[in-house]
């Protein structure tokens, strides 16, 4: 009885979004941007001044905090107790110049706890390194070719060539993303590198949040209002807290100087983990765009419309509230970037990605700045302002907040990687 009717409802929304995705036309046109204003850091919601850090970290950055918990991301669960398993190590990966291990981080202490695989490479000469943690979007096999890195077996997105087959992962996809992991320069460097499928946290389709980390933690979010309860984002934002609670436990690395990192979509993730979990001591956003760095206001490329839209399931039902209605916003993405400060912080975005509108990732830095020089640090630097965006590849990197516009199309790509390096030499 119920379910036909389900069904029916969710085809109309199914081919009603696909209608308003086909409608969108994306606005490119700095001078067709509508006027607005953004909301101020420094100003707490009483319409009172933030003149120290004591108003900052009491008063202002809990109410932005909530803010973008229920408006935006919404309301995770509480932290869970975990455990792990060692799955697999090889003590000669990267020409023997690493040890990789598979560890299985359980959500909860039961027998049956859902699970997230992380692949760690640490580097073989250096105890207690620093390290960069951040989820794949393929499964950890795509990671490097290492044909003894474990094969998926969860739901992965349909790649429409031979590396999937029916949303499961196949052999042919071992090393495909490796262009994005550059593991040799990364350990050679000194860093180990953690990553996680994002999948093992919560698949990426929208099914009314029911399976993943939605699924495991029901009962909790069946007490959280419906508008507020957690979209995907949050969800990978929390499994990346819980991989760093294992890696708290890790010997090998240093959890007091991990780095987060992700690309698009998880550079957004990034950005979240960060701001929620102030244990992350330093944030790389990679082309993050819409819902990530770029301000939502300016509503370049992407919109918030358009994102809820194609992507009903990474944000809490009321970011719906602003779709066409930024400024109706208590926030903005400069406050995301804020609630990371005084900690590290690099924003990058790549010419060709106008999608994610590079300027609007550049201006956010540029306004989470009042937070960093309150906090006493120097945020970009003391020479940048909105009027001296960067030309491509000439990253600023010399404050808290680093930022470059690479050449080039949306990715994550060496050069990228050379500069989160050099950035957290200087900051771990
Ligand atoms: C789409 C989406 C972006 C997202 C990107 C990605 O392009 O519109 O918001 O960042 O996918 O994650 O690859």
């Known amino acids: 009885m119920f379910r036909p009717v389900f069904?029916?409802?969710?085809?109309?929304i199914l081919s009603s979004n696909a209608q308003a995705q086909k409608d969108f036309v994306a606005n490119y046109d700095e001078a067709r941007i509508s006027e607005f204003q953004l909301p101020d850091p420094l100003t707490t919601d009483a319409g009172e001044p933030v003149t120290d850090?004591?108003?900052?970290?009491?008063?202002?950055?809990?109410?932005?905090?909530?803010?973008?918990?229920?408006?935006?991301?919404?309301?995770?669960?509480?932290?869970?107790?975990?455990?792990?398993?060692?799955?697999?190590?090889?003590?000669?990966?990267i020409h023997g110049?690493?040890?990789?291990?598979?560890?299985?981080?359980?959500?909860?202490?039961?027998?049956?706890?859902?699970?997230?695989?992380?692949?760690?490479?640490?580097?073989?000469?250096?105890?207690?390194?620093?390290?960069?943690?951040?989820?794949?979007?393929?499964?950890?096999?795509?990671?490097d070719p290492?044909?003894?890195?474990?094969?998926?077996?969860?739901?992965?997105?349909?790649?429409?060539?031979?590396?999937?087959?029916?949303?499961?992962a196949t052999e042919a996809g071992r090393g495909t993303s490796a262009s994005r992991w550059p593991v040799e320069m990364i350990i050679d460097r000194g860093y180990a590198l953690v990553t996680i499928y994002?999948?093992?946290?919560?698949?990426?389709?929208?099914?009314?949040?029911?399976?993943?980390?939605?699924?495991?933690?029901r009962t909790e979010m069946e007490t959280i209002p419906p508008g507020q309860r957690w979209g995907s984002i949050a969800a990978w934002s929390y499994g990346l807290s819980r991989a760093l609670d294992y890696l708290q436990q890790d010997a090998s690395i240093d959890a007091s100087r991990v780095a987060v990192i992700g690309h698009s979509r998880l550079g957004k993730t990034s950005l979240w983990a960060g701001a929620a979990d102030e244990r992350f001591k330093m944030v790389v956003s990679n082309n993050s765009g819409c819902g990530g760095a770029a301000l939502s206001r300016r509503a370049i490329g992407e919109t918030v419309g358009r994102i809820n839209t194609s992507f009903p399931h990474w944000f809490c039902d009321n970011f719906t509230k602003y779709n066409s209605n930024e400024n109706a916003c208590p926030v903005d993405q400069?406050?995301?970037?804020?609630?990371?400060?005084?900690?590290?912080?690099y924003v990058a975005s790549a010419s060709e990605d106008k999608w994610a509108d590079p300027k609007g990732e550049f201006l956010s830095a540029v306004h989470a700045g009042p937070v960093y020089r309150l906090l006493g640090t120097n945020g970009l630097g003391d020479k940048i302002t909105a009027e001296t965006m960067p030309a491509p590849d000439t990253p600023i990197n010399e404050g808290k907040i680093g930022y470059h516009l690479r050449n080039g199309k949306h990715d994550l790509t060496?050069?990228?990687?050379r500069q989160y390096l050099d950035f957290a030499d200087r900051q771990l």
């Open 198 to 217: 994002y999948g093992d946290i919560d698949p990426d389709f929208d099914d009314g949040f029911e399976n993943g980390i939605h699924g495991v933690f």
């Open 334 to 345: 400069h406050q995301l970037l804020a609630l990371i400060a005084p900690r590290a912080l």
């Open 53 to 93: 850090a004591k108003a900052w970290t009491q008063v202002r950055r809990p109410e932005i905090l909530r803010d973008f918990t229920t408006e935006v991301f919404g309301r995770g669960p509480q932290p869970c107790a975990i455990r792990h398993e060692v799955v697999n190590e090889n003590r000669e990966a």
């Open 414 to 417: 060496e050069y990228d990687w």
């Open 97 to 143: 110049k690493a040890i990789r291990r598979e560890v299985d981080v359980f959500f909860g202490e039961s027998d049956d706890a859902h699970s997230m695989r992380l692949l760690i490479y640490t580097p073989k000469a250096g105890q207690n390194v620093p390290a960069f943690l951040g989820l794949n979007f393929g499964g950890n096999h795509t990671v």
């Open 146 to 168: 290492d044909p003894t890195i474990s094969l998926t077996t969860r739901w992965v997105r349909d790649r429409k060539n031979e590396t999937t087959k029916k949303h499961t």
């Open 7 to 12: 069904l029916s409802a969710l085809l109309i």
